[in-house]
């Protein structure tokens, strides 16, 4: 049974919830003292730009977002990776050798393969919110040439759901991993966070940060001194001995991922907590996107639901509860479950070469199941 209490929060630091755990119940009373240093106090040299391991180029450079392309068969059925718009950068997709996820769904033959990088918001961006972040996918889907399949990656799983339901007929089959959908399916350390918590907090943290959620000065709560070697190891699941020059290397790459970190607007972040966290709007059906009440029964495309096991941010629950809530056949339905902790789920070695490969092959099926395909899913599910 997934308990959440059952690991510590430091690692709440790769996504962006961790601002609320920032400012948690348990911290009310140096709310001030906390606060006046994020406003005020000195951000240092900024970290620099993290590196893509795949080579790649830019097709398409927006106001939120660039198109990173990957293709190497321009003739192939497209896949765009929806990252998280998070605290850090959606390099994460793609980190290392052995760590990319990138890789590891080229290697098992999808040829076309794209992803969202999410910029990092300027003082100009500031009032941007969910409605102009899902616009902007639309361009890039159109721009791909529709319909894609769509893989959203936890906080860009909901994103993708979202999207998905609101233009059914651009996505051919959608997977969604570690993504929270039904906040109120089971308990989370990031939705306990956000529900115990006043949006006045999230509120005054937006304002200190002149309208913006700022990564940097964000992650002083959380530095990367909080990470042990011990952890990044375990969950980049590296087979390298402790102490050799590979796993050196590696972890120096991993923390220069983490050192660099992206400011969110203030208004998307608000209206993230509110609508998803506090008042669970995607799976009540009461969202509202693009000026239309989302309702993701009017999804019905094959769907693949792919949870960590151990995961300390989203319970499995929460992403699970989704084949109740879309259209989708349970014939056209696949979950799976990876023995793994959250950020295992994108960047860890063996992770990326079983669960990944199985998506990647479930991808490059006909949209419809045989037989055989629904006993695997049955087997994954149980």
Known sequence: MYDPKRYPLPNLAFLWPAIAAASAADMAAAFAKHFTNLALGDEG??????????????????????????????TAFPT????????????????????????????????????????SATAEMRFLGIDDYLADLNVLIDTIGPPVDLIGLCQGGWLALIYA????KKIRKAVLAAAPIDIAAAPSAISALAESNPVAVFHEL???????????????????????????????QSE????????????????????????LPGIFFIETVERLYRRNEIASGDFVAL???????????????????????????QLFATENLVGTSPHDL??????????????????????????????????????????????ASG
């Open 206 to 236: 937006v304002r200190l940060g002149d309208g913006l959620v700022p990564g940097q000065k964000v992650l002083k709560f959380w530095g990367p001194q909080s990470i042990e070697s011990e952890d990044v190891r375990q969950l980049l």
């Open 291 to 317: 000026g239309q009440k989302v309702d993701l029964k009017t999804f019905t495309a094959p769907l693949f639901l792919l949870a960590a096991r151990d995961d300390e941010l989203v319970a499995p629950a």
């Open 334 to 379: 696949r979950k799976a479950t990876a023995p793994c902790r959250h950020l295992g789920l994108f960047m860890g070695k063996r992770i990326l070469l079983n669960a990944w490969s199985d998506v990647a092959r479930w991808l490059a099926e006909p949209p419809h199941f045989r037989r055989t395909d629904l006993d695997a899913t049955e087997g």
């Open 240 to 263: 390298e001995v402790a102490g050799c020059s590979a796993l050196t290397d590696l972890e120096a790459v991993f923390r220069a991922w983490y050192a660099w970190t992206v400011d």
């Open 165 to 168: 339901a609101r233009f059914p």
């Open 45 to 74: 040299s900024p970290a620099p730009l993290p590196q893509w391991a795949t080579p790649n180029r830019v097709t398409l450079d927006l106001n939120t977002v660039r198109l990173r392309d990957f293709t190497t068969a321009a």
């Open 80 to 119: 765009l990776i929806c990252a998280p718009f998070a605290l850090h950068g959606a390099a994460m997709c793609d980190l290392a050798p052995g760590h990319s996820l990138v890789a590891a769904l080229r290697d098992t033959g999808l040829r076309r393969l794209l992803v969202t990088d999410w910029h």
